[in-house]
Each structure stands twice: as C-alpha cells, then as structure tokens.
C-alpha cells in the first residue's frame, strides 16, 4: 500500500516515467486543478512549473538542482546578452553561456570518460566526485556515494534546449523572456523534459501568454498519441526487449545467427518504439494542456537515403545540430571539402552527445561518413535528392534500412560484465563483431523454422511494427480519423481494452531508452 513517503519522496529504483500508473494518478490530479485555474496565465504557468519540478525530482532524485541552476545561468545570460550593446561583450557572455552550460553536461557526461583517458595516459588516479552528493548528504543527512556520478535523465535535453535560448538571443532571432518563472516553466516543462523533443523557446516561449484553446479535434489528436504512445512503448519496445533482444544483445555467442540478425532487426523497431512512443505521449499530454511541441519522427525506416533518415528521425535534433553546431562550424559557405567535414564533425559530435563511449563515437562516425558520402554523390551525378519511384526507391529503402539497422548494432551493444562506465571502451565494439561473426558463419538456416515457431509472438509483434510503420501516411490518418469520428463512449470501450491487453503483457517497468541521454 503506498503512503505519502512513498508518493512524495524519490525511490530510484522506481521513477515516475509515463508507463507507472503513479504518472497518470497525478496526471489526473493536474488535470482536475488546471481546469480551475487555467484562465489565469500566470497562475497557470506557475501551477505547471511546480509540478514539472516535482516530476523532475520524482523522476531523478536531488539532480533536480541542476535544472533549476541551469534555468537561472540562462535566464541571466540571455538578458546580459540582450541588454549589450557591444559585440565583443556579446560574444563574451555568450561564450561564458556555452561554458557554464556545456561544463555542467560534460561534467555529469563526461567526467569518468575524460579521468580515465588521462589516468591511462599519465598514470594518474584521477576520481571524479559527484558535488551534489555532496550537497545532498550535507542537507539530509544521507549517505549517498559520492564517488559514483550518474547523469540524470534528460540533462542532455534541457541543456541543448537552454542553449538554442541564449544563441537566438546572440543572433537577435529572440528577445529575452521577462519573467524568470516563464522562462523556468519553459525550460523544465514536464512532458519533453526527460527524453525531448528539444523544444526552441522560438517556439515554445509565444504559447506561454496564449489563452487556452484547444479544439475537439487536437483533443482526439493527443489521446491517440497518448494511447498510441503507450502501446509502442509496452507491447512493442518493453515486450521486445525483454522477450527476445537484450538476451542475444548479452550473449551473442549462445544464439544462432538467424537470432542475432532478428535481435538486430528487433531493437531497430525497438529503439524507434521506444523513443517515439516517449515523444507521442509527450506531445499528446502537453496537447491536452493547450501546448504545441513539434513532431519528432516521421516514418524514419521509409527514408530514400540517410539525408532522408536524418529529416525523419529524432527531428528536433538533428535540426537543433544543424543550425546550432553545423552551421556555425560553416555548414555548406566554405566549400565542399569544408561541407563533407562539417557534416562528418556534426555527426561525430551527435555521437558523443548520446555518451562517452567508443560505440556512440563509431555510430555517430558512420552516420556522418553516409552523409558526407550521399552529398559527395549528390554533387558528383548533379542529382538533387529527388525521391525514385518503383523497385528504385525499395532498393534505396533496403539499403538505408540496413545501414541504419547496422548502425544501432554499435549503439546498443554493452559487454554485461563492464557496466555502465568500464574503461575498457573496445569491449562493446567487440560485441558487434561477435554478432557479425554469428550472422555470417553460424546462421545455421537448417533450425530457421523451426525458431520461427518458438518466437512466433515475438516476430509476429516485429512483422506487425514494422508493417504498421511503413504505412503511407494518409492511411495512418484515416485510422485517426475513425478514432475521432466514433463516439465517446466507443472511445472509452477501446482504450480500456487497450489498457487491459497492456497490463497482460507488461514486464518490469522499463526506463525510456533515451532517458540516460
């Protein structure tokens, strides 16, 4: 039986993502007291930006200050950058931004990555410390281990989405947002502030004054997205992973090569669940506060190419890394050697952003070589990345879906006996060897049908995914249209026996793949 300890207090082993009925409980709460109050804007935004605090604690424990530290540098910093009216001290405070800013990521990212490189190089030894422990076993009293640092969940988020704030500002795309409480409201916002999408102030910052309005239409909109959102993430994502692919992704060797290339296929549609099923219930619920967040994800495994991915996958931030970092490193204006290195850099970076390990770097290395390749073709043949038709484009889709899928191998790969931050960086990249070495020379097709049939739930939730996910786009929305034209009570009947059929495949509450990110 839960008490208010349990309700009102962080228990790491169990934080409120929006797969825990915990979530939805107080979900309805907000809801029930935002009818009442929503008509004033101030009260309303100040209603929400103490709940999403709370969400944020319940979801991290004490990292919650570096939210409301990383609020207050930007806040003031965007001002001192405003209220300037010499160049030099612009760039002086909007250097003095990106260092606070990138110095608190790196330093919850980075810092094992950084310490074990120079004590393997010096002979040092080098022990990073976790200060907020610190802090937090000063205040309460606790016994936290302060030698242990963990980056909290979605610090990577929040930081890109403060950065883009201050770099407007620099770029007079953006003035300043008077109130620090609106500002602190649309920088901890709950429903995209652990796994995105990356919201821009440009964007988000307008709503904050707007009246509430939101249409019949968007309201059926964002409870399909919710309820979509959670059978991606449940029925797909967890039931996949658990079932099927973190046991080939532990222990390659022990499987056939036949499962490893369906684990490989299993946690592309996975990865892709996971994270859109994240993004639709974020956008969903944030709908259902009167808030716009932009689409993440668009049909990415029906891309042409790996530009066509890349205007598809995680939306908000591969534009965030194109006008925040490609561009500034030159994008496309000093000519095309500079062009393909910066697209290489970009990408590589992306990598890094993902964490400070060699398998992030290696994909985000192979994803910026694609690139750099496809507009190196691009400018060879004269072609304008006009979209074939026929077996052309499935040809061009086949092979973008396998580079992609290939990719990911790197990117989920973890030896099990390393944990989280081992120094041996290369035990990973040796994982996806070993999952090649099964494919090519022990697929052993003779037991093919043999697995087919023992996995028959598994490859028949992968088939149907997948199928799902290549529908033309017009066909999804006539699905959504039938949701929205039934009437309510037909509506309530469904979700509940979604619901149900939810609860009878669930496993352990399995944290959003992007959470760690």
């Known amino acids: 039986m839960l008490t208010l300890k349990d309700i009102f207090s962080f228990d790491p ?15 309805g709460a907000v809801l029930l007291i935002y009818q009442f109050i929503y008509p004033n804007h101030t009260l309303r935004n100040v209603f929400l930006l103490v709940f999403s605090v709370f969400f944020y604690y319940k979801s991290v424990g004490y990292f919650f200050v570096l939210l409301i530290l990383t609020a207050i540098i930007d806040y003031t910093m965007g001002w001192q950058i405003y209220r300037t009216q010499t160049k030099w001290k612009k760039k002086v405070f909007i250097v003095l ?19 074990s490189i120079l004590n393997e190089t010096f002979g040092w030894h080098l022990q990073p410390i976790d200060y907020l422990a610190v802090w937090s076993n000063a205040w309460t009293g606790g016994k936290l281990d302060i030698f242990k ?13 403060s950065i883009s704030y201050s770099v407007d500002i620099y770029r007079g795309h ?10 602190a409201f649309f920088v901890s916002f709950f429903p995209q502030l652990v796994a995105g999408p990356i919201v821009r102030a440009v964007d988000f ?22 309820v979509g959102g959670l059978v991606k993430k449940i029925l797909v994502s967890d039931y996949l992973a658990a079932n099927f692919v973190d046991r080939v992704f532990d222990s390659p060797e022990t499987y056939t090569g036949f499962e490893n290339l369906m684990a490989v296929y299993g946690y592309t549609i996975q990865i892709y669940c996971d994270f859109s099923g994240y993004t639709d219930m974020a956008i969903g619920v944030a709908l259902l506060l009167g808030f716009r967040l932009t689409i993440n994800f668009l049909s990415p495994y029906s891309a042409v190419n790996i530009t066509d991915f890349w205007r598809r996958w995680h939306i908000s931030l591969s534009t965030w ?16 050697i500079r062009q393909y290195l910066n697209l290489f850099i970009t990408m590589l970076l992306g990598g890094l952003w993902h964490g400070a390990n ?59 006996d390393q944990g989280a931050w081992g120094v041996d960086w290369s035990k990973d990249v040796l994982m996806v060897w070993r999952m090649l070495n099964r494919i090519a020379y022990h697929f052993e097709p003779q037991l093919i049908i043999q697995q087919i049939i023992a996995y028959r739930l598994i ?14 786009r017009q066909t999804k929305e006539t699905f959504e249209g039938w949701f929205g034209a039934v009437p309510d009570f037909v509506k309530a009947a469904i979700i509940v026996c979604i619901i149900m059929a939810l609860y009878q495949v669930k496993t352990d509450t399995q944290p959003f793949i992007y959470f760690q990110f």
Request: contains cysteine.
């Open 321 to 336: 890394l194109r006008d925040y970092l490609y561009i500034s490193l030159g994008g496309n204006r000093k000519g095309k």
């Open 174 to 183: 953006l003035t300043p947002v008077k109130s620090f409480w609106d500002f």
């Open 459 to 472: 490859f028949l939730i992968m088939i149907t995914a997948y199928l799902i996910h290549w529908l033309q």
């Open 149 to 161: 640092i963990i980056a909290p969940a979605g610090i990577s988020f929040y930081t890109f989405q």
């Open 97 to 115: 931004s990106l260092c606070l800013n990138l110095g608190l990521l790196s330093y919850f990212k980075y810092a094992y990555f950084f310490a």
């Open 205 to 226: 910052v307008p709503q904050i004054d707007k009246p509430y309005k939101v249409s019949a239409e968007e309201f059926n909109h964002a409870i399909y997205l919710i």
């Open 358 to 416: 060699l398998k992030f770097i290696i994909w985000g290395g192979l994803h910026g070589l694609a690139l750099a390749f496809h507009k190196l073709w691009m400018d060879i043949t004269g072609s304008k990345n006009k979209t074939s038709t026929g077996l052309g484009r499935f040809i061009a889709q086949f092979i973008t879906f396998h580079f992609v899928a290939f990719c990911w191998m790197f990117f989920r790969a973890r030896d099990p």
């Open 13 to 27: 082993q169990h934080p409120m993502i929006f797969t825990t009925p915990l979530f939805w409980v107080f979900f």
